[in-house]
C-alpha cells in the first residue's frame, strides 16, 4: 500500500554530515510513524530513530542522542535523517520505514512493527 525510497548514502570523513532522504507514497502519513534503522553484517537490525507523523514527536536510540535529528516535510511526503559528528561506529546501510499500527515507543523500537521499507542505502564514515 506504500512505497517507501531511500537517498543520500554516501562515504564521508569522521566528523562529516550526511543527509538521508525518505520519501512515500500510496496513502496518506497522517497516522504513521517513520522509523529509521540501520545494519551492519553479523549484526541484527539496529532502531536509530523514529518520528510521529501527526505531531513531529521525535524519538532516538541512546547512541545517536545529539547528533542525529529526524524531520519531515508534510507537503513532499518526506522524512529526513539529518546525521552530524559521524563516527565510524555508524557506517551501516541505512533503512527507514513505515508503520501504520499507532504509536509506542517500546514496539517502534522493533523492526518487525514496521510493514513497508525502503531498499536502504549505504552510509561509511572513514577514520
Not at 502519513?29 to 553484517?41: A, D, I, K, L, N
Not at 518520528?51 to 545517536?64: E, H, M
Not at 529526513?80 to 520505514?97: F, G, H, I, R
Request: net charge positive; with cysteine; aromatic share 14%.
Amino acid at each position: 500500500q506504500v512505497h517507501v525510497v531511500e537517498s543520500g548514502g554516501g562515504l564521508v570523513q569522521t566528523g562529516g554530515s550526511l543527509r538521508l532522504s525518505c520519501a512515500a507514497s500510496g496513502r496518506t502519513f497522517s497516522s504513521y510513524v517513520m522509523g529509521w534503522f540501520r545494519q551492519t553484517p553479523g549484526k541484527e537490525r539496529e532502531f536509530v530513530g523514529s518520528i510521529r507523523w501527526s505531531s513531529d514527536s521525535t524519538y532516538y536510540a541512546d547512541s545517536v542522542k545529539g547528533r542525529f535529528t529526524i524531520s519531515r516535510d508534510n507537503a513532499k511526503n518526506t522524512g529526513y535523517l539529518q546525521m552530524n559528528s559521524l563516527k565510524p561506529e555508524d557506517t551501516a546501510v541505512y533503512y527507514c520505514a513505515v508503520s501504520d499500527r499507532g504509536y509506542s515507543i517500546p514496539s517502534m523500537k522493533s523492526y518487525r512493527w514496521y510493514d513497508y521499507w525502503g531498499q536502504g542505502t549505504q552510509v561509511t564514515v572513514s577514520s
